[in-house]
């Protein structure tokens, strides 16, 4: 049995999306991260940096349970356990780059860019610039690779479209003003919606929507998600 720490942001919706994907089975532990559960003691065994998704598998290498945290890793565990999603022997370099790049690359700079446009308490055009231009870059590296390509790795869809997904779900946050912000990038506009239109992505959606989150971005909520900025 899995169980999936999860809270309705783009890391854990790639989890979300393998595990509807696959069927294994899986229970929900909802962190409410603007209540800042992220931060207790419990759920700091199960992933010491404070962040979702992280998962525990009760039945992990040699029938022990293991946990695993950080969305790629435990892509890369839960596909090299299922056997599914990996792409073929050769595809293992791509995989593993593309991989990389959406964790290190897109991922972070896709985050900051929501956290200087939306959430900072002041607007720096420095930091706007700096992040949404970067964000916009990694939209174009994968747009052209998809130019020549139906998904990631070629005809196979896989891990590495999942985890772009979670993040690609979330343009309008990313890159906002404008109503379409995928139409600039037109390869991978059809991409995300083949990828978007799979039954396991529709179900991925609603997963966690039976539980009722924290909402209001307040004071909880802001000492929760950046205590850094209330450090005397
Ligand atoms: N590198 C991590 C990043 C995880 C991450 O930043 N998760 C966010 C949700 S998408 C989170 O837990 N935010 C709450 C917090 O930072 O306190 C991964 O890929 O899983």
Same mark, same amino acid.
Request: proline residues 7%; hydrophobic residues 40%; glycine residues 6%.
């Given at each position: 049995?899995?169980?999936?720490?999860?809270?309705?942001?783009?890391?854990?919706?790639?989890?979300?999306?393998?595990?509807? +994907?696959?069927?294994?089975?899986?229970?929900?532990?909802?962190?409410?991260?603007?209540?800042?559960?992220?931060?207790?003691?419990?759920? @700091?065994?199960?992933?010491?940096?404070?962040?979702?998704?992280?998962?525990?598998?009760?039945?992990?290498?040699?029938?022990?349970?293991? @946990?695993?945290?950080?969305? #790629?890793?435990?892509?890369?565990?839960?596909?090299?356990?299922?056997?599914?999603?990996?792409?073929?022997?050769?595809? @293992?370099?791509?995989?593993?780059?593309?991989?990389?790049?959406? #964790? #290190?690359?897109?991922?972070?700079?896709?985050?900051?860019?929501?956290?200087?446009?939306?959430?900072?308490?002041?607007?720096?055009?420095?930091?706007?610039?700096?992040?949404?231009?970067?964000?916009?870059?990694?939209?174009?590296?994968?747009?052209?690779?998809?130019?020549?390509?139906?998904?990631?790795?070629?005809?196979?869809?896989?891990?590495?479209?999942?985890?772009?997904?979670?993040?690609?779900?979330?343009?309008?946050?990313?890159?906002?003003? #404008?109503?379409?912000?995928?139409?600039?990038?037109?390869?991978?506009?059809?991409?995300? &919606?083949?990828?978007?239109?799979?039954?396991?992505?529709? @179900?991925?959606?609603?997963?966690?929507?039976?539980?009722?989150?924290?909402?209001?971005?307040?004071? +909880?909520?802001?000492?929760?998600?950046?205590? &850094?900025?209330?450090?005397?």
């Amino acid at each position: 049995m899995i169980h999936f720490y999860f809270h309705p942001t783009p890391n854990p919706a790639k989890i979300a999306l393998f595990l509807e +994907e696959t069927g294994l089975a899986y229970e929900l532990r909802p962190v409410d991260t603007k209540k800042g559960h992220q931060h207790l003691e419990d759920f @700091r065994r199960v992933n010491p940096n404070g962040k979702v998704p992280a998962i525990i598998d009760t039945d992990g290498p040699e029938g022990k349970e293991v @946990r695993v945290f950080d969305s #790629s890793a435990i892509l890369l565990y839960l596909a090299e356990k299922t056997g599914k999603f990996l792409g073929g022997a050769s595809d @293992r370099p791509e995989m593993l780059s593309w991989l990389f790049f959406i #964790s #290190s690359g897109l991922g972070p700079f896709s985050g900051q860019s929501v956290h200087f446009q939306h959430a900072a308490p002041e607007k720096l055009p420095y930091a706007i610039n700096r992040f949404r231009s970067e964000a916009e870059r990694h939209y174009r590296v994968l747009d052209e690779h998809l130019q020549t390509r139906h998904y990631m790795l070629g005809d196979d869809y896989s891990i590495v479209d999942m985890s772009l997904w979670g993040w690609v779900a979330r343009v309008t946050f990313v890159l906002p003003g #404008s109503d379409d912000p995928l139409a600039q990038f037109p390869n991978l506009k059809r991409w995300f &919606s083949a990828v978007d239109a799979r039954p396991a992505a529709v @179900r991925a959606r609603s997963v966690g929507t039976d539980h009722t989150f924290k909402q209001e971005m307040d004071e +909880e909520a802001r000492r929760a998600l950046f205590p &850094s900025n209330y450090r005397s």
